[in-house]
């Protein structure tokens, strides 16, 4: 299963585009790209999957480049409130149909104002 | 919709001791994840379970084992638990078919002292 690489912590500024870096430079075939926000005192919360190229829903971007070795998470716009610890989850589907899941480090992004 | 919870909040075991924790899957959800999260760490996959049998499992020993329940709830046991055990531990559900959008409760907070 992949390790995963990212960044300890960021600064940015409200209203920037945040860009987040994993790397996971063994990534298997059947394995998929998720990633998370916690805030203190809380369980992870679901942000965006994907699986190659570029994935886009309400709240951020995923992009995958060809070779899927590494994944860069997108918040545009970010505010006060998006202060939290970012994690990328390598999930893969074994060919027996049981699930592993790792982990990275996170990333402490903090937003000032 | 409800959301995953979890029970107990917090809890103070002696090393050697037994523990159960007890995680409720948000309404829909088929397949139960749990994860120890040390402090400061990302979060580690013990196991996973779908249809009431263990579905893939991470580094983690037999002491820590678990049951799916027909409702879909689920619980994890620790046996023998060891200082190292203190961490928080989340629960999170998904949908067959969509394991890496997982949904997590708060958790519950161990202290082995």
């Known amino acids: 299963l992949a390790k995963t690489t990212q960044p300890i912590s960021m600064d940015s500024y409200e209203g920037q585009e945040v860009n987040i870096t994993c790397s996971h430079n063994n990534i298997a075939t059947n394995d998929y790209i998720t990633w998370y926000q916690q805030f203190p005192s809380q369980g992870p919360r679901f942000i965006i999957q994907g699986y190659k190229t570029k994935v886009t829903n309400e709240v951020a971007s995923l992009f995958i480049p060809a070779d899927r070795k590494s994944s860069t998470l997108s918040l545009p716009r970010v505010s006060l409130s998006d202060t939290a610890v970012y994690y990328c989850l390598v999930g893969e589907a074994l060919t027996s149909g049981t699930y592993k899941y790792i982990f990275g480090t996170g990333t402490r992004l903090k937003v000032l104002a | 919709e409800t959301g995953v919870t979890q029970s107990p909040t917090h809890l103070i075991k002696t090393r050697g001791q037994q523990v159960t924790l007890r995680c409720s899957s948000q309404s829909g959800h088929n397949t139960v994840s749990w994860y120890q999260q040390a402090l400061g760490q990302g979060p580690q996959f013990i196991f996973q379970?779908?249809?009431?049998?263990?579905?893939g499992r991470g580094n983690f020993p037999p002491r820590f084992s678990g049951l799916q329940f027909p409702n879909y709830s689920s619980e994890l046991n620790v046996n023998a638990l060891e200082l190292d055990d203190s961490a928080l531990y989340l629960c999170a559900s998904s949908l067959k078919g969509r394991e890496f959008e997982q949904y997590f409760g708060p958790g519950t907070r161990l202290t082995v002292t």
């Open positions: 379970y779908y249809r009431e049998e263990e579905n």
